[in-house]
């Protein structure tokens, strides 16, 4: 079974602060995901990668950035928190144009 | 932006009854897919229909696909309370290769009465 864990359940952080998700998937997916899901507005794309050091922008990129330094793992950072990046953040990964796998999420809140 | 469309966006049924639900896209696709979130959880595949295709079945799930109309509708037959949740199209963009994000609906939320 494909295994995506995010590093967080929940989350509380100040505004301005520099915060960083974690998503790890346990399958060698090539691709991997950031997506943010708000009432009445569903799930958006942030930002993805299709390889190592590779990153793409997605609809809303601006406020965060991205990193992925091995395979396995794709970081989402708020370089300066705000209170509108309240949301919760869903990391998800596959394989060329199939199925994508979702960890649990993260609820973060920024005060 | 968005690409798929739910309707409806609420529905609430009786256990056993049928649960259909509706999603409309804008652009070509190359495959389709359904996912099911339960309340503050992640989401959870349920089926994907490549643009060839124009049905699927699995389990108590139905999937067609109408690429004329681009549309989509999901089944669920015999309805259980565990059912209850939001069921949300998602359409992976015919962008001429390479991966691209899904573009995901609003949502359905169905709740399965007892």
């Known amino acids: 079974d494909v295994k995506v864990t995010q590093s967080s359940r929940y989350l509380v952080k100040r505004t301005g602060e520099k915060v960083f998700l974690e998503c790890v998937q346990d399958?060698?997916?090539?691709?991997m995901f950031w997506y943010r899901q708000d009432p009445g507005l569903g799930l958006r794309l942030i930002y993805f990668?299709?390889?190592?050091?590779?990153?793409e922008k997605g609809d809303i990129p601006e406020g965060y950035s991205v990193s992925r330094e091995k395979k396995e793992r794709f970081s989402l950072i708020l370089e300066s928190a705000s209170t509108n990046q309240t949301s919760m953040y869903l990391c998800?990964?596959?394989?060329?144009?199939?199925?994508?796998?979702f960890g649990p999420g993260t609820r973060l809140t920024v005060l | 932006s968005q690409q798929g469309e739910e309707d409806p966006q609420a529905l609430s049924i009786q256990e056993g009854e049928n649960a259909t639900m509706n999603c409309s896209y804008k652009?070509?696709?190359?495959?389709l897919q359904w996912y099911r979130q339960n309340s503050g959880r992640g989401l959870v595949h349920l089926i994907l229909?490549?643009?060839?295709?124009r049905e699927k079945h699995s389990g108590r799930l139905r999937v067609t696909l109408d690429t004329s109309k681009k549309s989509s509708s999901l089944l669920i037959t015999a309805s259980r309370a565990a059912d209850t949740a939001s069921y949300f199209c998602?359409?992976?963009?015919?962008?001429?290769?390479?991966?691209?994000?899904?573009?995901f609906g609003k949502g359905t939320h169905l709740i399965i009465q007892p």
């Open positions: 998800a990964s596959n394989i060329g144009l199939d199925t994508q796998y």
């Open positions: 399958m060698d997916h090539e691709n």
């Open positions: 990668s299709y390889d190592v050091k590779m990153k």
């Open positions: 652009t070509s696709i190359n495959n």
């Open positions: 229909i490549r643009s060839n295709e």
């Open positions: 998602a359409t992976d963009l015919n962008s001429g290769g390479g991966a691209d994000g899904l573009t």
